[in-house]
């Protein structure tokens, strides 16, 4: 009887460097799954600097979401042109309407992967030669960028451009879709609102 509970011991202590192994290794690969994560959104923006530095729109278009992206465009221009719901007060009915749709049109129009480089050209705020003449690069405008993860499946990029210092940063928002980071939304710079300052000096008796 003492020999096979003898045994019995030997097999347990035995098997208890492989439980021990078998959780090192979950927590390695848990731990390298996680870090995946956290640096996969700065790998898209990296590909997406690239795609940008050889110019090529195709695998640009590939990171975006056109349609999200289509959708965060309109909403922006009808902002501009108060034409959201809730400022069209000044407007008819039909006048509002009419005014929407063609904002709405002018984007599905412009906003494609045809139109990418017209649109990039647009977004950032150098031509070719001001790359060569100002040094400046996607690269160079990312490093000065701040980014934070909204939600687990919403990474927000805020890159402040060169010339809009009194503006809100233009900021790239991307989501996880497809096991993949997509460019969702664009918000282009907008003047920052006014902030109100007490004066501090006595009111006249």
């Keep these: 009887m003492t020999h096979y509970t003898s045994v019995g011991q030997n097999a347990r202590l035995a098997a208890r ?17 996680f870090g995946l994560y956290l640096a996969s959104p700065f790998l898209t923006l990296w590909s997406i600097g690239s795609s940008l530095k050889t110019h090529d729109m195709v695998s640009l278009g590939q990171m975006i979401n056109w ?7 309109k909403q ?20 509002s309407s009419f005014a929407t749709e063609v904002v709405s049109n002018a984007v599905d129009i412009n906003v494609s992967q045809q139109n990418l480089g017209t649109l990039v050209d647009e977004v950032l705020p150098a031509s070719a030669q001001e790359h060569a003449t100002h040094n400046l690069s996607f690269a160079s405008l990312i490093s000065q960028a701040t980014f934070h993860f909204e939600r687990p499946d919403l990474f927000v990029a805020l890159v402040h451009l060169p010339g809009h210092e009194n503006e809100t940063p233009l900021e ?7 096991w993949q980071w997509k460019v969702t939304s664009i918000n282009f710079p907008a003047p920052r609102p006014r902030t109100m300052t007490a004066s501090a000096a006595p009111g006249n008796a």
């Design 67 to 73: 349609g999200e992206l289509d959708t965060s465009i």
């Design 76 to 95: 922006q221009a009808m902002a501009g042109m108060h034409l959201l719901p809730a400022a069209t007060d000044d407007l008819p009915e039909f006048g």
């Design 172 to 178: 790239i928002d991307m989501r996880i879709q497809h």
């Design 17 to 33: 460097p492989g439980r021990h192994t078998a959780r090192m290794v979950c927590a390695g690969a848990s731990i390298a799954a």
